[in-house]
């Protein structure tokens, strides 16, 4: 059974940073793409950044190029999102995602974490 767990979020003041984390159990993510998605109250779920394994090859979206970087620990199957320079319209629920191709669409992963809630006060 595949798992992918979130942790990491919480509340920060505008200006700081947090790093999200995921870990997957359940399977081997060679040749899989990593997704992080947010969703804020009243909006659709939009991607953030993604990762495809094998070759650690990243996408980031416009809204955190510069901010936000996705990365892994092959080791640990695990895959991060550093936030820094955090502002408020980045509060939402974080979502990582697992999928088979490469994509950043959210219908193209198959496994959802449960998400974890960030806050960022202004």
């Known amino acids: 059974q595949v798992q992918l767990v979130e942790s990491g979020g919480g509340l920060v003041q505008a200006g700081g940073s947090l790093r999200l984390s995921c870990a997957v159990s359940g399977r081997t993510l060679d040749r899989s793409t990593m997704g992080w998605f947010r969703q804020a109250p009243g909006k659709e779920r939009e991607f953030v950044a993604a990762?495809?394994?094998?070759?650690?090859?990243?996408d980031h979206s416009d809204s955190v190029k510069g901010r936000f970087t996705i990365s892994r620990d092959n080791a640990k199957n695990t895959v991060y999102l550093q936030m820094n320079s955090l502002k408020p319209e980045d509060t939402a629920v974080y979502y990582c995602a697992l999928g088979s191709n490469w994509t950043t669409r959210r219908f193209g992963y198959d496994y959802w974490g449960q998400g974890t809630q960030v806050t960022v006060s202004s």
């Open positions: 990762i495809w394994w094998t070759l650690s090859t990243t």
